[in-house]
């Protein structure tokens, strides 16, 4: 079945700096790509997705870049401030469902953004 | 508008009782969800409903767990005779035709 691996578990950068998350996947068919952020005691919300028929998108501060020949998806955050510090947590439809619907979540990323 | 509602936001119960956790999805949305988050992990998938279709009850971790969702909108999480490892959050979700939004979560604690 999808397989949904994302790398680091855990990432701090100082406030100002750029942080990237990745992720893989294993289904090629997989087109559709959402990235929920969890703060402490909050429920994950969805902060930004992307479809396979594009291979970038951005939304302010944060861009996803997706790389469908190698099936790996990054999120990309630039200028991180303290609010930025949660837990990330990328995902890929489960085999055999349409985009957007049963989709599996990665482990997340605890980033921490020091003063 | 309203987002995805659940209740209760705490439950705590005595280990062998049966629960039943709610959860009201965004109006409109054909899909629902269920997952369980303990402490400082991930999401676990349980339960997947689309319109009325069978529901993908692939997640479910033992027959003590069922889901059933009434009218197309309102669903119902069952846990029978729970046990200590049952306490996570659990949280609903549903969506449309792009990402799940989700709802607060209930809390349960299995003493």
């Known amino acids: 079945g999808e397989n949904v691996e994302q790398h680091p578990s855990t990432l701090s950068v100082q406030e100002g700096d750029s942080a990237v998350i990745k992720c893989t996947y294993s289904?090629?068919?997989?087109?559709?790509f959402p990235w929920y952020k969890q703060e402490l005691g909050k429920r994950p919300q969805l902060i930004i997705d992307i479809r396979s028929n594009v291979g970038e998108k951005k939304d302010q501060r944060i861009a996803v870049t997706l790389n469908k020949t190698a099936k790996h998806f990054s999120l990309h955050i630039t200028e991180t401030q303290p609010e930025d510090s949660a837990v990330y947590f990328c995902a890929a439809p489960s085999p055999g469902y349409s985009s957007a619907s049963k989709i599996i979540f990665g482990s997340g990323t605890r980033l921490s953004i020091r003063p | 508008g309203a987002g995805v509602s659940q209740s209760p936001s705490n439950k705590v119960t005595e280990k062998g009782k049966d629960v039943e956790l709610r959860c009201d999805p965004i109006?409109?949305?054909?899909?629902l969800y269920w997952y369980r988050q303990s402490l400082g992990q991930g999401l676990e998938f349980l339960i997947y409903f689309q319109g009325n279709s069978a529901p993908d009850k692939s997640g479910l971790p033992s027959d003590r767990f069922s889901a059933e969702r009434t009218g197309g909108s309102v669903s119902t999480l069952t846990i029978q005779r729970t046990q200590q490892e049952d306490s996570a959050v659990y949280l609903c979700a549903s969506s449309s035709q792009g990402g799940q939004f989700f709802g607060p979560g209930t809390r349960l604690t299995v003493l």
């Open positions: 289904d090629s068919a997989s087109n559709y």
């Open positions: 109006s409109g949305h054909t899909a």
